[in-house]
């Protein structure tokens, strides 16, 4: 281990993005609703602390001798018996990108719909804990907690803004989710009866040395909690409910949610790789042709979608289910290659799907039928109203009041959106010179390169791995197809509109989010050697469940002597 994870100042800052988001969300509940600049200068302000913090925490991820994890044992107890916060490149890269959308949803959202609904912003820093969280525990039962809480307040977000489509859609979400919650449970309740411990990396040790007699439950307990991470990831055919849901969330809500599903990803590749590993003996490689033929088909069934879709709120629901069951597919492969080209193409397909939530509620504003008054001016003419509502009934339905967009507008509205529109497209279809054709390229060349041929089981890919390069082919082909008729529809066929105006509270996080899609391209090079070396470590787990289960105290400046663990078989 490094070092600068070695740091206690660096371990302890590993608590900083579950703690953070919580005293903000705190603080937020002690305020008014009437003060919502100040909820809003307070959800930017710790969106933009986190981003800071998520970095810190990357390079020092960066840093680790042969990828080892730092980690942080929460009240000084050891593994298994307490709670542990595991930082590896992984969990590190996912806190970046969760931070970046947050961010970017946070600043779009100051333009309008922070003022749909009472407590946004608390929900939405509530939302960031559960992520950050879930992220980092090194646990199956905190996982669970974490995953409740992202869930929680993503039940309020999805309302934020009330009308109909967004109760029925929210209905139907906290149903297939209360569901895949009673999954998670059960599951968890099945391993903890058979290996008696619930740390991941315990879990891995325990699992090579079962009884052949509790193989099977010990199969079946993975399978029904798969089976929840796959609802929670949107993998068909449990996706029935993400494209009505996340289209009807309001823009900045949809941004966010582009992260939740890969929650539910980054779940299954942790857990499929610590559990079921090569060094998992005869549970080695379990289900991996099942996540590989879920993620084929939520592929090809994301890419129809966009096909089909005419609204841009739908596009993006698919795009999302497109982007999930790429990464699901390349990595049930368990090849170290595949999944470092996958690990980069995450990231920027994520962000991508972020920014066309966000330029999708743009864009229907601008084809809305009502051409009348710009919505600037309108604004200031009913600013007395809107402000009394406000205090009225604390929110205001702004699909049906669109005057309510304040801010100041950026010149050249037009080609500013029909840019980030064209770096969208490119991303979600897989064109260079953007990350989504760098991603597939290098998952491609894992493939199809000799040296790269043989999985990490030692058998060709065959039949499996061909039907990838198929699907992903064709999947890049039908989304570039729909992005594109979306683009004639909207740019192209423009006459007789209003002028589009957009404010900088919308510009500016569309804009970062497509240039932080470009950066990644053009840091190419040392973002692949980042990912290949998490793959490394992703498919080796020796050195995390090492770190976990024999990690040391964290020095504190508090006095008193760290409490010891209790003996084994002791409460």
């Known amino acids: 281990m490094s070092a600068l994870l070695d740091t206690p100042a660096v371990q302890h800052l590993m608590l900083a993005p579950v703690l953070l988001p919580l005293l903000a969300a705190a603080l937020m509940m002690l305020l008014n609703e009437e003060q919502h600049r100040l909820k809003m200068a307070l959800n930017v302000g710790s969106c933009t602390a986190l981003l800071g913090i998520s970095c810190v925490l990357l390079y020092s991820s ?19 018996f307490g709670i542990v916060l595991a930082l590896d490149r992984l969990s590190a890269l996912m806190l970046v990108l969760t931070s970046v959308l947050a961010l970017a ?65 929210g209905m139907h979400y906290i149903a297939i989710n209360l569901a895949a919650s009673a999954l998670f449970l059960i599951g968890v309740s099945m391993l903890y009866g058979i290996t008696g411990t619930l740390n991941m990396a315990d879990l891995a040790q325990h ?12 199969h079946a307990a993975a399978a029904i909690l798969a089976t929840a991470f796959l609802i929670k990831a949107a993998v068909w055919p449990l996706n029935f409910w993400l ?21 539910g990803i980054y779940a299954i590749l942790r857990l ?79 962000l991508a799907v972020g920014a066309l939530f966000l330029l999708g509620d743009v864009l229907d504003r601008w084809r809305s039928p009502d051409q009348g008054a710009d919505p600037y001016e309108a604004a200031e003419e009913a600013a007395p109203f809107l402000n009394a509502r406000l205090e009225q009934t604390q929110a205001f339905n702004l699909d049906e009041n669109e005057e309510a967009l304040v ?48 999985s990490s089981a030692g058998q060709q890919p065959g039949l499996p791995g061909w039907t990838f390069v198929a699907v992903l082919v ?22 007789g509109r209003r002028q589009l105006r957009v404010g900088l509270a919308e510009g500016v996080p569309i804009g970062a989010l497509v240039l932080a899609c470009v950066l990644l391209a053009v840091a190419a090079g040392p973002a692949l050697q980042f990912t290949q070396a998490a793959a490394d470590a992703l498919h080796a787990p020796g050195g995390y469940v090492q770190a976990v289960l024999g990690a040391e105290p964290v020095p504190s400046p508090a006095a008193g002597s760290a409490p010891q663990a209790p003996a084994e078989g002791q409460p």
């Not at 079962?210 to 010990?218: A, M, N, P, S, V």
């Not at 941004?255 to 890969?262: E, Q, R, S």
């Not at 840019?419 to 894992?446: E, H, Q, R, S, W």
């Not at 082909?477 to 683009?487: E, K, N, Q, V």
């Open 272 to 350: 499929w790789t610590l559990l079921f590993g090569l060094e998992a003996g005869a549970s080695a490689q379990f289900g991996s042709l099942w996540l590989l033929g879920a993620g084929l088909l939520t592929m090809a069934f994301g890419a129809i979608g966009m096909l089909g879709s005419q609204r841009l709120g739908h596009l993006a629901g698919y795009a999302a289910l497109l982007s999930s069951g790429t990464v699901l597919a390349a990595g049930s492969f368990g090849q170290n290659l595949l999944t470092a080209g996958m690990l980069y193409y995450l990231p920027g397909s994520t």
């Open 105 to 169: 949803a946070s600043v779009f959202a100051c333009a309008r719909w922070h003022r749909a609904g009472v407590h946004f912003h608390t929900l939405f820093q509530l939302q960031l804990m559960g992520l950050c969280g879930a992220f980092l525990t090194a646990d199956l039962f905190n996982l669970f907690v974490f995953f409740e809480v992202t869930l929680a307040a993503s039940y309020g977000l999805l309302l934020h803004g009330s009308g109909r489509a967004r109760v029925l859609a």
């Open 474 to 495: 064709g999947s890049g082909f039908l989304a570039l197809t729909a992005l594109t008729r979306a683009g004639i529809a909207h740019f192209w066929a423009s006459q």
């Open 407 to 454: 801010g100041r507008p950026i010149p050249a509205a037009t080609a500013f959106i029909g840019l980030a529109f064209i770096g969208c497209t490119l991303v979600l279809a897989g064109m260079p010179p953007l990350p989504g054709f760098l991603g597939k390229f290098a998952m491609l060349n894992a493939l199809l390169n000799p040296l790269g041929l043989a």
């Open 207 to 218: 699992i090579p040395h079962l009884r052949e007699t509790d193989r099977g439950l010990l």
């Open 62 to 80: 960066g840093t680790g001798a042969g990828g080892a994890p730092g980690v942080y044992l929460a009240g000084n107890w050891p593994a298994p």
């Open 243 to 263: 494209v009505p849901a996340y289209s009807a969330a309001t823009a900045p809500v949809g941004a966010l949610f582009a992260i939740m599903t890969k929650l």
